[in-house]
C-alpha cells in the first residue's frame, strides 16, 4: 500500500478541483479501500502547513497582546495530541453521524475527500499569515481576512460533502457543522488542559 508523489499529486489535484465546485473531481480520488486508509498520508503531507501556520497565529497572538505560552516539551505534546486528534476526531464522529443518515455505504468516499481536502483547507490559511509576514496587513486585519476564509472553508467542507455523500443540501451542511464543532471542542478541550499545564 504505496503512496508516492504522483498520487498525492492527482489526490491534491482532485481535492482543489472539489474546491472550484467540480462535483466529477470525486472519480479522481482513489476510492478503493486502500484508498481510505492513504487517504491518512495527507496527515504527513499537511503537515509542514500545519506547523508554519500554527508559528505564524502565535506570532499574530503576541503582536495584539494575547499570552504566549511558553514552548517547551508541554507545548510540543499539546500540538502533537491536537494534531493527531484533528485528523482521527471527524473520522470516529463519521461512524456514528452516518450511521443515523443511512449513509454508512458513502463513509469512505466522505473521508477519502476530507482527508485530501484538509491540504486544501490550510492552503486557504496561508494568505493572512503571509500577508502579515510581509507586513502589508495588521494583526487584527489578519484575524478579519480568517473570518471570511473560514465562510469559504466551510462551504468547501460543505460541498465536498455533498458530492461524496451524494446527498442533499441540508444534510452536507450538517456534516460540515458536525465537523466544526467537534474541532471547537477538540480545541476547547486541549486548550484548558494548555492552561492547566502553563499554571
Known amino acids: ?31 478503493t479501500a486502500d484508498g481510505f486508509f492513504r487517504s491518512f498520508a495527507a496527515m504527513i503531507v499537511a503537515l509542514p502547513l500545519y ?40 473520522p470516529v464522529v463519521m461512524i456514528f453521524v452516518l450511521r443515523f443518515l443511512g449513509l454508512t455505504e458513502r463513509y469512505s468516499a466522505l473521508i477519502i475527500a476530507y482527508n485530501w481536502g484538509t491540504i486544501i483547507v490550510l492552503l486557504l490559511d496561508v494568505p493572512p499569515i503571509a500577508l502579515f509576514g510581509l507586513g502589508l496587513i495588521t ?13 469559504i472553508g466551510l462551504y468547501y467542507r460543505f460541498f465536498s460533502a455533498m458530492t461524496a455523500l451524494q446527498s442533499k443540501a441540508s444534510v452536507a451542511m450538517a456534516i460540515a457543522l458536525i465537523d466544526f464543532i467537534t474541532l471547537t471542542f477538540l480545541a476547547l478541550g486541549l486548550g484548558a488542559l494548555g492552561g492547566l499545564l502553563n499554571t
Not at 503512496?3 to 476510492?31: E, G, P, T, W
Not at 497582546?65 to 514552548?71: F, I, N, V
Not at 494583526?139 to 465562510?151: D, N, T, Y
Open 139 to 151: 494583526a487584527v486585519q489578519a484575524f478579519l481576512l480568517e473570518l471570511v476564509i473560514f465562510g
Open 1 to 31: 500500500m504505496s503512496v508516492d508523489i504522483a498520487y498525492v499529486q492527482r489526490s491534491i489535484d482532485a481535492a482543489a478541483r472539489l474546491a472550484l465546485r467540480d462535483a466529477q473531481a470525486m472519480a479522481s480520488f482513489d476510492l
Open 51 to 90: 506547523v508554519v501556520l500554527n508559528y505564524g497565529w502565535e506570532t499574530i497572538a503576541v503582536t495584539i497582546g494575547e499570552k504566549h505560552a511558553e514552548a517547551n516539551a508541554a507545548h510540543f505534546a499539546l500540538y502533537t495530541i491536537d494534531y493527531v486528534l484533528s485528523w482521527l476526531a471527524f
